[in-house]
């Protein structure tokens, strides 16, 4: 069986190393950034060490809103998989039309890890 990989992209070190924990256990193999610029910098330049077959993103980080990240992405990446988790309701508008999976923060470990299922179908 491949193991899917995903991008963790989120500011707060802590959450970042929390979520990557349980999708590890999950059978994952998970790549965070802390920064939405420096992972788009990353899938232009080809940096990652395998494909990414789904990206988890915060909403709002410094420097670069989740929404322009996705923005940025689907112009090269159009049908990647993405799961936007945020704690504010009204952030999910900003993403109308990005082909995204809107989550609110808190977000239990079984509803993360069924989400990310949802998205990634073989």
Known sequence: MM???LLLIDDNAIQAA???TILKRAGY???AALSPRRALEQFQSGDFPTEVQLVITDHIMPGMT???FVRELRKTFPHLPVLVISGMEEAEAEYEGMNVLF???PLMPDHLLASVHSLIQH
């Open 103 to 105: 989550r609110l923060k």
């Open 29 to 31: 193999f998970v790549i």
């Open 3 to 5: 193991t899917d990989t």
């Open 66 to 68: 989740g929404s322009a």
């Open 18 to 20: 929390t979520r990557q």
